[in-house]
């Protein structure tokens, strides 16, 4: 069978989150973190962010940061699906409207950041599980343009 | 040797395409990412390839399985 599918990445694994930490850091970014916070969150400070972000790491796989943007989004994420539940909370009618997303335009913290170590993470994901089954992985470069990573995942068949 | 083409956008989404699977083999080599990626394999839109179709077409014709 062939098929395709989009999967958004959750954060829920802290040794694949030090990775993703460790990929930003080999490219010369200053990050702080994980660390253990008293709440059980995972704590990291990106780059020229202000304030750290936290990670829940469990099933939720949420992350909450304030990096003083206009834009909010309270409402609260279906651990199923991942997707916003409407009507559970307060969000930005721009949010709402899909023109913007929630935390653009932070003054204490740029979003490509956070996006850099979720793309991280995702790849971090990939290659490990690969390694799990014993299949073979070749990494194509990042297509600048498009900042797309190709991965290449060989199966037995 | 069949592959799975993905592809991590520059917001850590993740795009995979299943090539030269035979029957559901698929599923289940697909299915361990989407878990590794933390999401629930039941809750991901698929998007089945037209030679999926085909070849199930074939299998029930020939009263094979996938």
Known sequence: MSQTLVVATKIKDVSLLQKACDAMRSRNLIVVGPQLESDGKQSVTLPQWHRPCLFSCDEAGEVSFDNYSDYYDNRQIDPRTGQRIAGSGDVHPMVAAGKVRAGEGGRWGDLAYLDMLQNEYSIASVMQQAAAQGYHVTRGDMTQQSGLVELTVHVPG | ?66
Not at chain 2, 20 to 36: E, L, P
Not at chain 2, 37 to 58: C, F, H, I, N, T
Request: proline residues 6%; charged residues 25%.
């Open chain 2, 1 to 66: 040797m069949p592959e799975l083409k993905i592809q991590v956008g520059p917001a850590g989404e993740v795009k995979i395409d299943g090539v030269g699977f035979v029957g559901k083999s698929c599923d289940s080599v697909v299915d361990a990412f989407v878990r590794a990626l933390g999401r629930d394999p039941s809750s991901v839109v698929r998007d089945y390839k037209p030679e999926y179709a085909q070849l199930d077409e074939q299998l029930n014709a020939s009263g094979g399985a996938g």
